[in-house]
């Protein structure tokens, strides 16, 4: 099989217990999803927000749901209002809890319902370093990431810091599923290269879904 004709089938991997990457699956909606993020951060504009440690975020997020994850200098959580507007979150638009809802569903955890859906904006050299999703009250349920845009290295590590993450490429439309035993595993992504997409333009964009209250 040639390369050219491998790289336009479906790719459908596990990367490790209980965690698949679903190419291609959030392209059946894909304007709908831009259009709705659109209309999210006209009402919750992207911004930079500042860790703990005191070092501003190289990616630009807003959120939309019940409940969005903030970081400053007192911590990391989930919030039912914008800090900026001081007004709740955008409401999760149907076509993005949807989609996650399938998107789970074909890995393998039946009636996922999120209440948080971060939105995360990537431009050139933008990263984001190792890490593990513990900000969520029951880690039972997936966390469901959906990449638009242009394509970025998503790094999959292991449970402990120092293990040697998988390198995945993430196009536009693809989706993971990480749950179960993968739930806690260390995760991020390598700066991002420089280019324009035809839809999104010089960025990438990435949705992640949890329950997180
Ligand atoms: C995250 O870990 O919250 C984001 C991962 C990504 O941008 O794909
Ligand atoms: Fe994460």
Redesign the pocket.
């Known amino acids: 099989m040639s390369p050219d004709l491998f790289s336009t089938l479906p790719r459908d991997e596990t990367l490790g217990e209980d965690a698949r990457l679903l190419g291609g699956f959030a392209l059946p909606v894909v304007n709908d999803v831009l259009t709705a993020i659109a209309a999210v951060t006209a009402a919750a504009p992207f911004r930079q927000m500042v860790t703990p440690g005191g070092y501003r975020m190289s990616v630009a997020m807003s959120n939309c749901g019940a409940a969005g994850w903030v970081t400053d200098r007192k911590g990391y959580r989930y919030a039912p209002v914008d800090p900026d507007s001081g007004k709740p979150w955008p409401a999760m638009p149907t076509v993005l809890a949807d989609l996650a809802q399938r998107a789970a569903a074909a890995a393998g955890y039946a009636d996922f319902a999120p209440d948080a859906c971060?939105i995360?904006r990537y431009v050139a050299g933008a990263r984001?370093a190792l890490h593990q999703?513990k900000d969520e009250r029951d880690q039972t349920h997936p966390i469901v990431?959906v990449?638009l845009g242009l394509t970025?290295t998503?790094l999959f590590g292991g449970l402990a810091r120092a293990d040697k993450p998988q390198r995945v490429a993430?196009a536009h439309g693809d989706v993971v599923v990480w749950g179960g035993a993968t739930r806690r595993v260390f995760?991020g992504?390598a700066p991002l290269k420089a280019g324009e997409h035809p839809l999104v333009g010089a960025q990438r964009l990435?949705l992640?879904f949890r329950k997180a209250l």
């Open positions: 971060l995360n984001m999703d990431s990449s970025a998503f993430l995760h992504i990435n992640t």
